[in-house]
């Protein structure tokens, strides 16, 4: 009879990360900025950049976050000094209170925030807004007028060498991942917006050039600062600039 003979293998003890996520639950200040490219003839490539203020308030049960965004100023720079894109506040009404799935994932660098893409529609219904196609009938059925001025869409106003209005429809996803760090979040911003002009005051301004999102990482992302539970959009701007700045 053979006896067998058990061997205890001793494995040393790993020391587990710390798997508790981080309270980021409360109200935020988030700074985003979008950076796009539109291809013009004999000028060629020109940059346009969109900086968001954001009040951000964040719902947590443990590593699921809802997350809610009211805008509060949305300001739009180009390279093209003639023109002016100006986003009225009747459109930031208009976009209201957005609510959002995100949560908490553990990397190597530590917390991430991941906030998933959701598409969102902007004086326009679809039945499916990642793939329907968008209007581009001013009378078009599923055209709201957002904004109540009783134009179709939301308006967009141009100042510089155009004064003028354009009347757009739009859809748009955004992608946000960042490390966490205290009281603040760092991290990229993807994004893509598909806008239908359905009108406008000057026939200048009824075909604009497309615009596509840069492909450079660094010309695109978010940072967000805590602040205090009962802040407002006018708190929010009160903020210095560098305070994104980390």
């Not at 009040?55 to 002016?84: F, G, H, W, Y």
């Not at 957002?146 to 869409?153: I, L, Q, R, V």
């Amino acid at each position: 009879m053979k006896r067998i003979l058990l061997l205890l293998t001793l494995v040393p003890t790993i020391a587990l990360a710390d798997e508790t996520p981080p309270d980021i639950s409360g109200t935020w200040a988030q700074l985003q900025v979008q950076t796009s490219v539109v291809t013009i003839p004999i000028a060629g490539d020109i940059t346009s950049t969109t900086v968001a203020l954001l009040r951000v308030e964040i719902a947590q049960n443990n590593k699921k976050l809802t997350v809610r965004t009211t805008p509060c100023a949305v300001d739009v720079d180009s390279e093209i000094d003639m023109v002016k894109t100006v986003i009225p506040q009747s459109t930031l009404a208009a976009i209201g209170t957005q609510q959002f799935r995100a949560r908490l994932t553990q990397s190597e660098r530590g917390w991430m925030f991941y906030q998933p893409p959701v598409m969102q529609t902007l004086g326009v219904k679809l039945d499916n807004a990642w793939k329907d196609a968008m209007p581009s009938d001013p009378k078009d059925k599923r055209l709201i007028d957002a904004d109540n001025d009783g134009k179709p869409g939301v308006t967009v106003k141009i100042e510089g060498a155009i004064d003028g209005a354009i009347y757009v429809a739009q859809r748009s996803w955004s992608r946000l991942e960042g490390l966490v760090s205290g009281a603040r979040i760092k991290g990229s911003l993807q994004w893509q917006t598909d806008q239908s002009v359905l009108d406008a005051t000057s026939a200048l301004l009824s075909t604009p050039p497309r615009a596509r999102p840069s492909n450079v990482p660094s010309e695109n992302y978010f940072r967000a600062i805590r602040i205090a539970p009962d802040a407002s959009c006018e708190d929010i701007l009160k903020i210095p600039r560098d305070a994104f700045t980390f």
